[in-house]
């Protein structure tokens, strides 16, 4: 290569190039060597073919994966030794978010967040005496009549009988109160026409109503209506 500046080296600018290629230029010389390699096409095409005849000799090394362990030890001579946490300390954050989320959707579940609205229909049950209160409440949803007793009881030998008392039509037997609490799943039929419906309890013998409707011990009495 021609150039109007010869290096004090063998070789000149041409084995500067090649030095220059592998990263052995020394420090004090690279600057005035780019400086020549700004303006001296030539030398750039040495810079550039001493580069790529020095990349060939890669070709013949196989390629190979680096275990895990290569990239751990080269970030501890980098950033120093990490202490590995213990066991215990590792896992915590995921049993943490674990319980944090089932609380969580246990509360939106108790909340009812997810559940649309739904009417729900409801009548205080009781006599003039108020010898016997109930609460009646049903779910349009499920289909299910809620009967609670607040107050009261049927005689000994007795049994508390719910009835649906249409205004035309038999009276339906529903229920033996048997219970503080009672839960009666209503037929299709009866579901759709509950609204401002009359509700009814009597005492009965133990078997319930002998004749298939109230007898007369009316204890207590109520319409259910949207709450």
Do not use: H, N
């Not at 070709?59 to 290569?70: A, F, G, K, N, R």
């Not at 590995?84 to 049993?95: C, D, E, I, N, T």
């Not at 003039?128 to 000994?156: I, K, Q």
């Amino acid at each position: 290569m021609k150039t109007p500046l010869d290096r004090d080296l063998p070789g000149g600018w041409e084995a500067g190039a090649a030095e220059y290629s592998l990263g052995l230029m020394p420090k004090e010389e690279i600057a005035g060597f780019e400086s020549q390699l700004v303006a001296e096409p030539d030398l750039q095409q040495d810079v550039a073919a001493w580069a790529e005849y020095f990349a060939c000799f890669t070709d013949l090394i196989p390629e190979e994966t680096p275990p895990p362990q290569v990239l751990r030890r080269i970030e501890g001579k980098v950033f120093g030794a990490v202490e590995k946490a213990p066991v215990w300390q590792q896992v915590l954050p995921y049993l943490v978010g674990a319980v944090v989320g089932v609380v969580l959707a246990w509360g939106v579940f108790a909340s009812g967040l997810l559940e649309p609205d739904r009417p729900v229909l409801s009548a205080d049950l009781s006599a003039a005496d108020g010898a016997l209160t109930l609460d009646a409440r049903f779910d349009t949803a499920t289909g299910v009549l809620t009967v609670a007793r607040r107050t009261g009881a049927a005689a000994d030998g007795r049994v508390l009988e719910l009835w649906l008392m249409p205004d035309d039509g038999a009276p339906m037997s529903l229920a033996l109160l048997r219970s503080a609490e009672t839960l009666v799943a209503l037929p299709p039929e009866v579901v759709r026409d509950l609204s401002g419906a009359r509700l009814l309890v009597s005492e009965e013998p133990a078997g319930g109503a002998p004749q298939g409707a109230p007898s007369d011990g009316l204890r207590a009495e109520g319409r259910l209506t949207t709450r």
